[in-house]
């Protein structure tokens, strides 16, 4: 499943939250401290595991 890092712009806490891509385009993201949907997405690298070696 995608994990997203995002940001509350109310309560300042980051989360790193995992999403299914339905669940991410339904409706905003909520803070899961503090219920806020006031969140903003930060982008960070990320890792890709595969099974064959190229």
Same mark, same amino acid.
């Given at each position: 499943? =995608?994990?997203?890092d995002?940001?509350c &712009?109310? %309560?300042?806490?980051?989360?790193? *939250? #995992? &999403?299914t &891509? /339905?669940?991410?385009? !339904?409706g =905003? #993201?909520k %803070? =899961? !401290? %503090?219920?806020?949907?006031?969140?903003?997405? *930060?982008y960070?690298?990320?890792? !890709?595991?595969?099974t /064959?070696?190229?």
């Open positions: 499943m =995608p994990m997203y995002y940001k &712009l109310d %309560c300042g806490k980051e989360s790193l *939250i #995992v &999403l &891509l /339905k669940e991410r385009s !339904a =905003p #993201v %803070c =899961p !401290a %503090c219920s806020s949907t006031n969140v903003q997405q *930060i960070t690298s990320f890792v !890709a595991h595969t /064959k070696k190229s």
